[in-house]
């Protein structure tokens, strides 16, 4: 097939052009940098807890944020996904509420739980019923650029996180740092677009592989938690499909036993397994055996390894590595499934009977 058949196909599917937002993460990351200088500025400086209130992609880039910082910080980052704040917050305690709606219900009755506590809180959003609230509250609200799925802004959304742990001395990355990171991603993302050789197109190889298949992605309990629960929630709404995660060692002392299920059963399952060069060593063990075990049981099995070198900055081009690929792989297995990666029709569903039910 020609590579102009190859985009023409793509897009009669992926009709509001998900893959290119994947694409532009480096361009997101960029943007969002230059806008996080207000959010830096209106946060008290010297907590040792930070608290990320957020759902779904709006969520995920606090998660990134913690297996980040988590090797060298002695900062505590909690996320949090319910309704009110968790009862250590208090008055020195600061509190980052992320909805890129703005109209998220759970990080509402966050942000206005804050309010009542007297918290120091921070908004990040693209407008909505947040954005007005935190306006008329005086609390500072960092507006990204709208339009798009919440799942979709990771780099309006994470990157504002990781500026602001930087400002704050929870890590340490220079902006030209940040600038070489986002060109290596980039390199990276080139590799992986529609019209690149397939030879070398990890994800799209991938997305053909998973075709049918359950993904079930494994990771270490270090850099990639976060990446690996993302690769599973971008499986769910731009695939449509069932995906499921979980890492070691945990997974070692319970899932695995999981494996003796009947072999129709297991001939569902792919396996993806995510590691990176500063998992500990016994946990890299762990994984290698337990790969070469599960391998021969399942319908299809990937090893991916983040690519990056040393360093914080090392860490973080690691981490958008997988991201990336995990991304890219979604968008591609909904197109290799006949389905539009964006809609999101049961959820929609769902929050209209909601809507319904307390009207």
């Not at 058949?5 to 893959?19: G, K, V």
């Not at 390199?187 to 992986?192: A, H, V, W």
Request: with cysteine; aromatic share 6%; charged share 25%.
């Amino acid at each position: 097939m020609m590579a102009h058949d190859h985009s023409a196909r793509h897009y009669r599917i992926d009709t509001e052009r998900m893959l290119d937002k994947a694409l532009g993460l480096p361009d997101q990351m960029a943007e969002a940098w230059d806008l996080a200088d207000d959010l830096v500025e209106c946060m008290p400086a010297g907590a040792k807890t930070l608290i990320i209130c957020g759902m779904g992609g709006s969520a995920i880039g606090g998660q990134l944020l913690r297996d980040l910082i988590a090797e060298d910080s002695d900062v505590s980052v909690h996320i949090e996904r319910g309704y009110t704040l968790p009862a250590f917050a208090g008055k020195k305690t600061p509190v980052v509420c992320v909805s890129y709606s703005g109209n998220t219900e759970e990080v509402l009755g966050c942000f206005r739980d804050g309010l009542e506590r007297g918290v120091p809180m921070a908004v990040i959003s693209s407008g909505g019923i947040l954005t007005e609230e935190a306006k008329k509250a005086g609390v500072t609200a960092l507006r990204v650029p709208g339009g798009m799925p919440p799942r979709a802004a990771l780099g309006y959304l994470f990157t504002p996180l990781l500026k602001l742990a930087a400002c704050w001395g929870f890590c340490s990355i220079e902006e030209e740092e940040f600038r070489s990171v986002l060109r290596k991603t980039r390199k990276l993302l080139d590799k992986c677009a529609l019209e690149a050789d397939l030879a070398g197109n990890t994800p799209m190889q991938l997305a053909k592989r998973l075709y049918g298949k359950i993904p079930l992605v494994y990771s270490g309990n270090g850099l990639l938690v976060g990446a690996a629960y993302r690769w599973k929630c971008q499986f769910n709404e731009n695939s449509k499909c069932l995906a499921f995660v979980n890492n070691f060692p945990e997974l070692g002392h319970n899932e695995i036993m999981g494996w003796d299920s009947p072999e129709k059963i297991l001939q569902e399952i792919f396996l993806v397994m995510l590691t990176d060069i500063d998992d500990h060593p016994r946990v890299s063990k762990r994984m290698d055996v337990t790969y070469e075990m599960l391998e021969p049981l399942a319908a299809g099995a990937i090893k991916l390894n983040s690519v990056g070198g040393p360093g914080f900055a090392g860490r973080l081009a690691r981490l958008l590595s997988i991201v990336a690929l995990g991304d890219l792989a979604s968008v591609y297995l909904a197109v290799e499934s006949g389905k539009d990666p964006t809609p999101i029709d049961k959820i929609e569903e769902m929050k209209d009977k909601l809507r319904s039910e307390d009207e």
